[in-house]
Nanobody, 122 residues
Framework: QVQVVESGGGLVQAGGSLRLSCAAS????????MAWFRRAPGKEREGVAV???????YYVDSVKGRFTISQDNAKNTLYLEMNNLKPEDTGMYYC????????????????WGQGTQVTVSS
């Protein structure tokens, strides 16, 4: 019974920052990857960032240098620090977890949160 719950979304002006959190519970696999996805209005869901249990990270090109994914294993919590936000970052952000999934394939992720809305005004 894995549960994934996001929080921290909101309305922010362009250039501002937000920090999203994702609390995961019920995880029993020895290996874990966690990721952030987003769905912008009128667009397909896309992977934003992923982090493995070993701390290795990967980011989609559009957020490199602006977003930072991290995890606190003691708290079983995932974070996404978003800086210098742009209007095109607007969308519903989702946290996902899986032992081996790829950021390129949303369908490969087993567990998803309900989403948290991020709106960036110009």
């Amino acid at each position: 019974q894995v549960q994934v719950v996001e929080s921290g979304g909101g309305l922010v002006q362009a250039g501002g920052s937000l920090r999203l959190s994702c609390a995961a519970s019920g995880w029993r696999d020895s290996s874990r990857r966690m990721a952030w996805f987003r769905r912008a209005p009128g667009k397909e869901r896309e992977g934003v960032a992923v982090i493995g249990s070993n701390g290795v990270t990967y980011y989609v090109d559009s957020v490199k240098g602006r977003f930072t994914i991290s995890q606190d294993n003691a708290k079983n919590t995932l974070y996404l620090e978003m800086n210098n936000l742009k209007p095109e970052d607007t969308g519903m952000y989702y946290c996902a977890a899986d032992p081996t999934a790829s950021l390129l394939f949303a369908s490969s992720w087993s567990y998803w949160g309900q989403g948290t809305q991020v709106t960036v005004s110009s």
